[in-house]
């Protein structure tokens, strides 16, 4: 199963890293990503990674301030997320889908879900 940690509380303008690690001996051969619900709104994409790594994808909202990353040897997808806005706040989820392609990384294609961690962005 995908564990997500990394959440908190966090100033506008400052910095948080969420991990989302995985057991699994097949981890590797999916693409793994990022979506987040704030309260009120629908489970929205944010990032994904090839499971190579060779290639991601970013929401518009988040492009120039987030970046994804994998380390296969830990198991582990990364969501470093910088200059944080209020609006970023919600809940994040990290998401695996099986192959290595990023393209239409929806809800609805999604094979595991990992449980939330919140992330709160003061003004």
């Known amino acids: 199963q995908l564990q997500a940690s990394g959440g908190g509380l966090v100033q506008a303008g400052g910095s948080l890293r969420l991990s989302c690690s995985d057991s699994?001996?097949?981890?590797?051969?999916?693409?793994t990503g990022w979506f987040r619900q704030a309260p009120g709104n629908e489970r929205e994409f944010v990032a994904v990674i090839s499971w190579s790594g060779s290639v991601s994808s970013y929401a518009d909202s988040v492009k120039g301030r987030f970046t994804i990353a994998r380390d296969n040897a830990k198991n582990t997808v990364y969501l470093q997320m910088n200059s944080l806005k209020p609006e970023d706040t919600a809940v994040y989820y990290c998401?695996?889908?099986?192959?290595?392609?990023?393209?239409?990384?929806?809800?609805?294609?999604?094979?595991?879900w990992g449980q939330g961690t919140q992330v709160t962005v003061s003004s």
């Open positions: 998401a695996g889908r099986k192959g290595d392609s990023v393209q239409f990384f929806v809800r609805r294609s999604i094979n595991y």
């Open positions: 699994g001996r097949t981890f590797s051969r999916y693409a």
